[in-house]
């Protein structure tokens, strides 16, 4: 934990933020899960550094709530959901997060135009794709598809900020995103990035998405699907030497209960062998899953 903590604190950009890779330009997802990852630290928390951290995602938000992804362009994106993530962590700003939950909750992922719709009516006998196009989750980029990833960072984030969110239509729309992700479940538990069928074959599903999708339902533990996807994340996570997907697992694992002490190992030598090749994200996802009690992602 000690090299994770200096690795994520060398990586800071004097500006503040952190990139991608140490030394590359500073976005807010990155900024927003290293806040995260040093907030893990609790008292041992580098405040300095954390401090910077803050004010480089204040300075970003848009007037209408949101996050850009990076300086490099202004349009707001799905890593507003990661920054409210991040400010609901220090109880000073969590009103910060009011606009922001009130810009989330106006987004919506596009359904299917007419001319997709009747295309789709004239060829269903090939069971094109397996997905119901009315359920409205969130998109990567605002007014395009939803897809299980930004979708299940909008729930989680929603949903720690219930308490101060004024809007009328939270939980109907964090009803409805939860049931795009459930319509989206591949066949035998887990999610694959968008969809769980396309030309009538079944899509496998991956453990980093399916456990940021089992964390955004994690309320909802006892549902069969739920059940499904753990043990299908248990399976997966056997089988990759991902570092990203070990770390999201181990997250994910460690809400609903498991033993994770030997997942905790299993990160410790892909650090050790790989150092995950440098990548912020993981660094701090890592700092994260290596925390008794995980607290980031909980509801």
């Known amino acids: 934990m000690d090299d994770l903590v200096e690795r994520i604190l060398s990586g800071q950009n004097q500006d503040g933020g952190?990139?991608?890779?140490?030394?590359?330009?500073?976005?807010?997802?990155?900024?927003?899960?290293?806040l995260l990852a040093?907030?893990?630290?609790?008292?041992?928390?580098?405040?300095?550094?954390?401090?910077?951290?803050?004010?480089?995602?204040?300075?970003?938000?848009?007037?209408?709530?949101?996050?850009?992804?990076?300086?490099?362009?202004?349009?707001?994106?799905?890593?507003?959901?990661?920054?409210?993530?991040?400010?609901?962590?220090?109880?000073?700003?969590?009103?910060?997060?009011?606009?922001?939950?009130?810009?989330?909750?106006?987004?919506?992922?596009?359904?299917?135009g007419v001319l997709a719709r009747l295309i789709g009516a004239f060829v269903s006998h090939s069971n094109t794709v397996a997905l119901n196009p009315d359920l409205k989750g969130w998109a990567w980029v605002p007014r395009t598809f939803s897809w299980v990833e930004p979708t299940s960072y909008a729930l989680v984030a929603l949903k720690q900020a219930r308490t101060h969110v004024a809007a009328t239509n939270?939980?109907?729309?964090?009803?409805?995103?939860?049931?795009?992700?459930?319509?989206?479940?591949?066949?035998?538990?887990?999610?694959n990035y968008g969809n769980s069928k396309v030309f009538g074959d079944?899509?496998?599903?991956?453990?980093?998405?399916?456990?940021?999708?089992?964390?955004?339902?994690?309320?909802?533990?006892?549902?069969?699907?739920?059940?499904e996807s753990v043990s299908a994340l248990r399976k997966m996570m056997q089988e990759t030497d991902s570092g990203l997907a070990l770390c999201w697992g181990t997250i994910c694992l460690s809400i609903y209960g498991d033993e994770t002490s030997g997942w905790k190992r299993q990160i410790e030598k892909r650090f050790q062998t790989t150092g995950f090749l440098g990548e912020t994200k993981t660094l701090a996802l890592a700092?994260?899953?290596?925390?008794?009690?995980?607290?980031?992602?909980r509801l």
């Open 18 to 34: 952190w990139g991608f890779l140490p030394g590359k330009s500073s976005n807010t997802e990155c900024t927003s899960l290293c």
């Open 170 to 191: 939270l939980e109907e729309r964090i009803q409805q995103g939860e049931m795009m992700i459930y319509d989206r479940m591949c066949s035998g538990g887990g999610w």
């Open 38 to 112: 040093l907030d893990s630290l609790g008292a041992k928390q580098p405040v300095a550094s954390t401090k910077r951290g803050l004010d480089w995602l204040l300075q970003r938000q848009r007037a209408d709530g949101s996050w850009p992804l990076s300086d490099s362009t202004n349009e707001a994106s799905w890593t507003t959901a990661l920054a409210i993530i991040a400010l609901n962590r220090f109880r000073e700003y969590q009103l910060k997060t009011r606009t922001a939950s009130d810009w989330l909750l106006k987004q919506e992922g596009r359904t299917p």
């Open 202 to 227: 079944a899509l496998w599903p991956y453990p980093d998405v399916t456990a940021v999708a089992l964390i955004a339902l994690q309320d909802q533990q006892l549902n069969q699907a739920n059940q």
């Open 287 to 297: 700092l994260v899953a290596s925390v008794d009690h995980v607290k980031a992602f």
